[in-house]
């Protein structure tokens, strides 16, 4: 992935609803040039689709929690994604290091909804104990910008 990669990426972040034409204008290339570059990303991984970003609270899920998990035993990361997987509430999860197993993201409803999430969490056999800790407001939120890591 070269500089212009990373330019077309930005113009995608900032709005990838743009034409490869407009994204063409801002990187200085054809848009069949900038087509062929976007496929190649999507090919080699680098881009991993496009989507809507939708407001979790306009859909009625605006309360959030981050919940530590705590397995019983050694649990193999493949094993608590199946477990977490059938969990609508379960929006992402991550292995961590440190004391916990892994870090569980969920949204609901509201705090009965969240309530009735995490005893769900709680109850799967994997699990041993959990902590939570319930969002109160979002201070930022942004998409990784390309080349930002390679200063």
Known sequence: MNTLDQ??????????????????KVVGL???????????????????GFTAVVDP?????????????????????????????????VVAAYTVSGAADAIVHLRAADIHHLEDA?????????????VSTVVLSTLLERSPEPGAGSQ
């Open 7 to 24: 330019r077309i990426i930005s113009c995608l972040v900032a709005n990838a609803r743009s034409s490869y034409a407009e994204i063409g």
């Open 30 to 48: 054809s848009a069949p040039a900038v087509k062929r570059r976007v496929d190649r990303l999507l090919d080699t991984g680098v881009l991993r």
């Open 57 to 89: 609270e306009a859909l009625g899920w605006g309360t959030e929690a981050f919940v530590e998990v705590h397995c019983h035993g050694n649990v193999a990361p493949a094993r608590i994604r199946a477990h977490l997987e059938p969990l609508p509430e």
């Open 118 to 130: 995490l005893e769900r969490l709680r109850g799967l056999e994997i699990i041993d104990r959990t």
